[in-house]
Every structure is written in C-alpha cells, then in structure tokens.
Nanobody, 116 residues
Framework: VQLQAYGGGLVQAGGSLRLSCAAS????????IGWYRQALGKQRDVVAT???????NYADFVKGRFTISRDNAKKTVYLQMNSLQPEDTAVYYC???????????WGQGTQVTVSS
C-alpha cells in the first residue's frame, strides 16, 4: 500500500484542519493505517491509528480534539483536527502500522503550522 498525505496548512490556534491520506493498492481495506507527526528537531510520534475494522486509538495529547476515520471505498484515511494549538505544529505523515514499525515507506508528509 502506497500512501500520500495532504491537506496541511497554516491555521490560527483554536482552528481546524482535515488531513487526507490517499492510498493505492488492493489491500487497503484490510490494512491498519496511522497518522504520525514529527516536529522540527523531535522524534516522530504516533498521533492516531485505525484498524481495518475501524477500531481507533489516539495519543493522549490529541484525545478529544482529533478524529481519525477511513473510507475504504475511496481508499482514504482522514484526520480531523480541532482545537489546534501551536504545539501541534509538525509534519504529519500517514503510513501503515506495519511500515511504521519497520520505519519505512514514509512519504513526504504534509506540514501543519498553528500560529498563536
């Protein structure tokens, strides 16, 4: 499964953005997908994951603010981000959970910048 994240941008604190992750490949519907982020000079963190069956998990720092969802017909995973804060500024990536643990198959990501 090849994935491409897009939808980032510049937003003021308290604002919202929706990121999209477009996938190619025939196994998308049976693949767990995650959103990850990496702030400048910091390690890459898991933001949220969604299983093939729709079970979701979130990092504590986004619980209640971000929502991950998937549309298997469109081969797309979304990340709805609300109540954004400057500390959410990072490059956001999507990847399969499997490739996350292999630390490979990272695309370009999409930059999210939250101004105070």
């Amino acid at each position: 499964v090849q994935l491409q994240a897009y939808g980032g941008g510049l937003v003021q604190a308290g604002g919202s953005l929706r990121l999209s992750c477009a996938a190619s490949g025939s196994t998308f519907s049976i693949t767990a997908i995650g959103w990850y982020r990496q702030a400048l000079g910091k390690q890459r963190d898991v933001v949220a994951t969604i299983s093939s069956g729709g079970t979701t998990n979130y990092a504590d720092f986004v619980k209640g603010r971000f929502t991950i969802s998937r549309d298997n017909a469109k081969k797309t995973v979304y990340l709805q981000m609300n109540s954004l804060q400057p500390e959410d500024t990072a490059v956001y990536y999507c990847n399969t959970v499997y490739y996350y643990y292999q630390d490979t198959n990272w695309g370009q990501g999409t930059q999210v910048t939250v101004s105070s």
